[in-house]
């Protein structure tokens, strides 16, 4: 069976500011390097049987993902359709605003000028029928962002909007998936 890994880069200035980076274009902070650099080492000693590395254009998914490739030799590949969300107003805005929250559970909201989830989720999960469909049992290691955190484990997993809403995961964590 082929196996799908996935993981969200390091850490950002403002992740650490508590800011909404959706398709702004953020650098890693000096942890977020290390996170990477430390990731890499432990796919390196580990027993995951990653083929290659599909990554985010994103800077912050694109040098984690190097850092990952440095570690271990895994190819690695851009593709375009890992990129986060676009927030449209909401970017460089409080994660944790009370606004922010309620207008992330509107599925079919472009955020003034940016992206719906329904229309994300159509992106990813044609990314991931596209690998499901590949000949070959290849084993992928996705490296993006918690919005397509929240995406995949939806593919993967019934969730309530609320749980879709309320999903997320550290930076430089990695989830296992069975496609």
Not at 101 to 122: D, P, V
Request: hydrophobic residues 35%; charged residues 25%.
């Amino acid at each position: 069976m082929k196996k799908l890994y996935f993981t969200r880069h390091g850490q950002t200035v403002w992740n650490v500011e508590n800011k909404i980076c959706g398709s702004t274009d953020i650098a890693l902070t000096q942890l977020g390097h290390e996170q990477a650099i430390e990731l890499g080492r432990q796919i390196a000693a580990g027993d995951y049987g990653i083929d290659e590395i599909l990554y985010s254009p994103l800077i912050r998914a694109a040098e984690t993902a190097r850092h990952i490739h440095e570690e271990t030799g895994i190819p690695m590949r851009q593709e375009p359709r890992l990129k986060e969300q676009n927030f449209g107003k909401w970017e460089s805005t409080p994660r944790d605003g009370a606004e922010f929250q309620e207008a992330k559970a509107q599925f079919a909201n472009h955020y003034e000028g940016g992206e719906s989830m329904l229309q994300m989720a159509w992106r990813i999960y044609n990314l991931l029928e596209d690998i499901r469909r590949e000949p070959e049992d290849k084993t992928y290691l996705l490296v993006a962002h918690n919005g397509i955190a929240r995406i995949l484990q939806s593919y993967f997993q019934d969730m309530t909007n609320e749980e879709f809403a309320a999903f997320g995961i550290r930076n430089c964590q990695v989830l296992e998936y069975e496609l």
